[in-house]
C-alpha cells in the first residue's frame, strides 16, 4: 500500500534470553533498528520494531525459529511543535479511524509516529488533508542510520 | 489420494479368522488358551510358582470362559525377571529380543521365536491389508529401528505382505520427504505426532502433490479423530491407527479398518479383556477399563493377563467391515498418563481434542505442565499460535488465548493456565510425543 511502511512484528516469548537472542539475530544479519517498542503480557510479548530492512529482518529470524511478521502502518510525520500529535489525532478521531496502538522516534529534524489503525488508506488520506505528512518507506527505514 | 468410503473396497487377509463365527474364535481361543496354559505351567518357572501358589492347576482351565480363574502378570513382574526370567523356552531358542526404553531404570525386554516373529509379521500383514495395502506397494517407515518395535514391526508386515519395504526409521524430515518422494512410497508409518510434523513440513516445502501416499500407518500413542482428519486433509491420505505393545508382541496387535470405528484385535493370537481398573472385575463392552492381553499363541515369552495400563473399551459387535474381530476403542490414555489435578482426571487426549475443535488457529501440538503451587495443583498448557493467525495485535492474541482457555476448562473440568508461544516452538518428537511434565514432588 502506498505511504504505509512495513513494520517487523516479533512474538517474544517470556523466557530469559529471548529478547537478546531475537536482537542479536537481527545485528548478525545487519538489520539495523531505527524504532522499537515492546509491549510486554504476562507470558509474552510484543516486539515491534522500524528496521533497515524489513523483509531480510523477517527472514533471518524465521530462519532462527523466531516468529515474526510484517504489519502496515504508518509513520506519521509530526513536526516539533506542541500540540502538533494531538492535532492529527483528532483529526482521525474525527474521521471514525480506530488506532490499535502507537509509538513514537525522533527521525531527522521531525519526530515520527507510527501508528496501526484499522484502516491506514483512509487514515494517509485524512491526515494529509489535515495538513500532515508521512515517511515513506526509505524514510522511515533508513533516516536515523548514521551515515 | 484419499479414498472415500463409498469407492473403498475391502480386502482381507485373513477372511476364515477375520470373519470367522463367534462360536468359532471360542472353540479356537479355548484350545490355544488350554494348550498356552499347560505351556507355561510346565515350560516358564515364573508360572508355575505363581499357579502353585494360588493352588491352581492347568487343568483347571478347559476354556477361554475360565480365563478369569488365571493370575494377572504386571511390568513390574517383567522387570523382576528382567531380562530372560520369563521364557518358556530355552534362551537358544530365541531369535530376536525387543524392548521399550523403560524411563524408570530399566527397559521391558520382549524375546521372540523364529514362530513368534511370523505370527506378528502376520498380524502386522492383516492391518497393512485393511489399510487398503497390497504386494504392490511401497511402505516407507519411519518408526525407530532397534529395539523399539515400531521399525521392525511395520517391516515385519510388509515382508509378509510382499509389499516394498522402506527402511528410513526416525529422523532427518527433509530427507524423509526427499525419499518418500524419489522411491514412490504409497503409504507411511509413523507416530502420530510425527505424522502431524512431516505434514506440515511438506506443506511448507510444497511437496504434497507431489507425494504419491495414498495411506498412513500412524499408531503407538494416543491420538483423536480430530488429529486422524487434520493429518488426512494436510496430506489427502486415509490414516489408519495401529496398537501394539513389546510385551504382547509390538504394533499389529489391533487395527482399525476404514470405518474407524474401534481397532481390531487380532484374538486369534491375543485374547483381550477389559477389566475395572480398581476392582480388576471384566465390564461391559462400551464401558472404559484397563485392557489384559494374554497372548495365545506365543512361545518365546508368553503372557498371562498382561496388564498394559492402557484404557480403552472393547465391542464384540459385527464391524461394517465384514470383520467379526472385536474393536476396542481408540485409547483414553494410560493408567500412567493421566493426571489427577485437583481430583479430575485429565488425559492428554482431551486436550488435543479440544484443541482441534477451534479450527485452524492453534496447532494441535501442546504440553502440559502441572506444578504444585501452595499445595494446589497448578495446570499450564502450552499452546502453539498457527502461524496464519499470528498477530502483532495483543488483543487478538489476548482473545484466542481466553477462546483456549474456555474450551479447555469445558473439556476438562478444570481450569488451566494457558500459555501462548510461536508457531513450531514445542518440540517435535520422532518417536512417541512428550506430552506432560508433571513438576508435583507428590
Not at chain 1, 509530526?78 to 527521525?107: D, Q, R, W
Not at chain 2, 498356552?36 to 516358564?44: F, H, I, P, R, T
Not at chain 2, 502441572?370 to 494446589?376: G, I
Request: overall charge negative; proline content about 3%.
Amino acid at each position: 500500500m502506498d505511504n504505509t511502511i512495513k513494520q517487523l512484528s516479533i512474538f517474544v516469548e517470556n523466557r530469559e534470553g529471548q529478547l537478546d537472542d531475537v536482537l542479536k539475530v537481527l545485528a548478525d544479519n545487519d538489520v539495523n533498528i531505527v524504532a522499537a517498542s515492546l509491549a510486554d503480557t504476562s507470558d509474552y510479548g510484543m516486539l515491534r520494531l522500524i528496521v533497515s530492512d524489513p523483509e531480510k529482518g523477517r527472514e533471518a529470524l524465521k530462519n532462527s525459529g523466531i516468529t515474526a511478521m510484517l504489519t502496515d502502518v504508518i509513520a506519521l510525520r509530526v513536526p516539533h511543535t506542541t500540540g502538533s500529535l494531538s492535532k492529527a489525532i483528532h483529526g482521525l478521531v474525527a474521521g471514525s479511524i480506530n488506532i490499535e496502538y502507537m509509538y513514537a522516534f525522533a527521525n531527522g529534524s521531525d519526530a515520527a509516529a507510527v501508528l496501526k489503525s484499522d484502516d491506514p488508506e483512509k487514515a494517509i488520506n485524512i491526515l494529509k488533508a489535515t495538513g500532515f505528512d508521512v515517511f515513506n518507506a526509505k524514510e522511515a527505514y533508513e533516516s536515523n542510520i548514521v551515515k | 489420494m484419499k479414498i472415500k468410503l463409498e469407492d473403498w473396497k475391502e480386502q482381507y487377509r485373513d477372511e476364515a479368522v477375520e470373519c470367522m463365527s463367534t462360536d468359532e474364535m471360542h472353540a479356537l481361543q479355548s484350545e490355544k488358551l488350554v494348550k498356552q496354559v499347560k505351556n507355561v505351567y510346565e515350560n516358564s518357572p515364573f508360572y508355575t510358582k505363581k499357579f502353585n501358589e494360588m493352588g491352581l492347576r492347568p487343568e483347571d482351565i478347559k476354556s477361554i470362559d475360565d480365563i478369569t480363574k488365571l493370575p494377572f502378570t504386571t511390568k513390574e513382574d517383567l522387570r523382576e525377571n528382567y531380562p530372560f526370567g520369563m521364557l518358556a523356552v530355552p534362551v537358544d531358542k530365541i531369535s530376536r529380543v525387543q524392548g521399550t526404553s523403560g524411563t524408570t531404570g530399566k527397559l521391558t525386554l520382549a524375546s521372540y521365536t523364529e514362530k513368534d516373529i511370523d505370527v506378528w509379521g502376520e498380524c502386522v500383514a492383516r492391518g497393512l491389508t485393511m489399510a487398503g495395502l497390497n504386494s504392490t506397494d511401497r511402505l516407507h517407515v519411519c518408526y525407530g529401528y532397534g529395539l523399539f518395535t515400531g521399525g521392525l514391526g511395520l517391516d515385519f508386515g510388509a515382508r509378509k505382505l510382499g509389499a516394498m519395504a522402506i527402511p528410513m526409521s526416525a529422523g532427518n524430515t527433509q530427507r524423509q520427504l526427499m525419499c518418500m518422494e524419489d522411491f514412490g512410497a504409497t503409504a507411511f508409518a509413523c507416530t502420530p505426532s510425527y505424522a502431524m510434523y512431516l505434514a506440515e513440513a511438506a506443506t511448507e516445502a510444497g511437496v504434497v502433490d507431489r507425494l504419491q501416499i495414498k495411506a498412513g500407518i500412524n499408531g503407538a500413542e494416543p491420538w483423536t479423530e480430530e488429529m486422524r482428519a487434520k493429518i488426512e486433509d494436510m496430506l489427502h491420505i486415509n490414516s489408519f491407527d495401529i496398537y501394539g505393545l513389546c510385551e504382547i508382541t509390538g504394533p499389529g496387535v489391533a487395527i482399525d479398518c476404514i470405518h474407524h470405528a474401534g481397532l481390531h484385535v487380532n484374538v486369534d493370537h491375543f485374547y483381550p479383556e477389559v477389566l475395572d481398573p480398581v476392582t480388576h472385575e471384566p465390564v461391559l463392552d462400551g464401558t472404559v477399563g484397563e485392557l489384559v492381553f494374554t497372548t495365545l499363541s506365543k512361545e518365546g515369552m508368553p503372557l498371562i493377563r498382561y496388564r498394559t495400563k492402557d484404557l480403552t473399551s472393547i465391542t464384540h459387535e459385527k464391524c461394517k467391515c465384514g470383520r467379526t474381530l472385536p474393536r476396542i476403542s481408540k485409547f483414553v490414555g494410560r493408567t500412567d498418563d493421566m493426571k489427577v489435578i485437583r481430583g479430575v482426571n485429565v488425559f492428554p487426549t482431551q486436550v488435543e481434542a479440544a484443541l482441534l475443535s477451534l479450527g485452524e488457529d492453534v496447532t494441535p501440538n501442546y504440553l502440559l505442565i502441572v506444578d504444585r503451587e501452595n499445595n494446589l495443583d497448578v495446570l499450564t498448557v502450552q499452546v502453539e499460535v498457527d502461524e496464519k493467525y499470528f498477530s502483532d495485535e495483543i488483543k487478538k492474541l489476548e482473545e484466542l488465548k481466553n477462546r483456549v482457555s474456555n474450551v479447555l476448562k469445558d473439556t476438562l473440568g478444570v481450569s488451566a493456565k494457558v500459555q501462548l508461544v510461536g508457531p513450531k516452538t514445542i518440540k517435535r518428537s520422532e518417536g512417541k510425543a512428550t506430552r506432560v511434565i508433571d513438576n508435583r514432588k507428590l
